[in-house]
């Protein structure tokens, strides 16, 4: 499903940098050329997607979403990768002229500082200091953040700003969350759809397919929710309880409430609780809110 989301994105961001809306286009429109960065997670992977998918495979310029007539110029190579880009040019309908530029994750956060934009396309989940970096790069004009990503990596903070936003985040408002399965590929048959499925690992299936987060990087076991998963069930008085915290600001502070079977040998975790930037009586009061 990666490749329909940087499709649409790479739509999306050559309507903006041409001033080319269709008619039934609702969404936000540049009167004026913009100013945008493109990034992905090395040199070669922003080269494989989304230049590829904005400019054309290989040196085919104009063969993707911006129309070979768009392009202002040859666009300019960078040294870091083979057929790679560092910036490229095009016309916009108001007689002026958007710049694109390529960054990379790899670069780290301190490439992304002191520009202005109108707005910035990262594929693929970005660490979340660069994620709040870019953030910081499109305020000045109110500029747009358009991430595609497939949630490989968990439920990360940067995937749960969109899918689970704190109610006292003022900014959550601004923030759309349009999730892309395998279902809207409806030239597939329902017979190539099972197939595509079934070559993931059950653990991966939920992200690649349904763009729900699955167990990835950072965590131990590669094992699917449903496989370690019970009904919810009234817990034994013999049961022993056993809370674990892992206490921060910025970085939230945490507790998992555990209850043990000693007859079984099972640990069950029965909640959960996550919270950044409060003070420890707010904690010390969620935790015994859960009785134990």
Request: charged letters at 25%; one cysteine or more.
């Amino acid at each position: 499903t990666t490749l329909f989301r940087s499709t649409c994105a790479g739509f999306e961001i050559a309507m903006h940098m041409t001033g080319r809306y269709p008619d039934w286009w609702d969404g936000y429109r540049f009167t004026r050329a913009t100013n945008g960065w493109l990034l992905g997670k090395t040199a070669e992977v922003a080269r494989d997607n989304p230049q590829r998918i904005l400019l054309g495979r290989g040196t085919d310029w104009g063969s993707g979403t911006v129309p070979r007539e768009c392009l202002h110029g040859e666009p300019r190579r960078s040294r870091r990768a083979p057929d790679f880009i560092d910036n490229f040019q095009v016309l916009h309908t108001s007689g002026q002229v958007s710049t694109a530029k390529f960054k990379t994750y790899d670069q780290g956060v301190e490439s992304l500082e002191g520009e202005t934009l109108d707005w910035v396309w990262p594929d693929e989940e970005p660490p979340l200091d660069v994620y709040t970096a870019l953030l910081a790069r499109t305020s000045r004009r109110l500029g747009l953040v358009l991430l595609t990503m497939t949630p490989s990596k968990g439920a990360t903070e940067v995937y749960l700003r969109f899918a689970d936003p704190d109610k006292k985040d003022p900014g959550a408002k601004y923030r759309v969350m349009l999730n892309m399965t395998l279902d809207d590929a409806e030239f597939y048959t329902t017979e190539e759809k099972d197939q595509i499925a079934a070559q993931y690992p059950e653990h991966e299936r939920q992200a690649r397919v349904f763009g729900v987060a699955s167990l990835g990087e950072g965590l131990v076991y590669p094992i699917a929710d449903s496989e370690i998963s019970v009904p919810p069930f009234e817990i034994p008085e013999f049961f022993r309880y056993i809370n674990g915290l892992d206490v921060g600001f910025g970085h939230p502070t945490a507790v998992a409430f555990v209850a043990f079977d000693p007859d079984r040998d099972i640990i069950y975790v029965y909640d959960t609780y996550k919270q950044a930037r409060q003070e420890a009586l707010i904690h010390a009061e969620a935790i015994k809110q859960r009785g134990v």
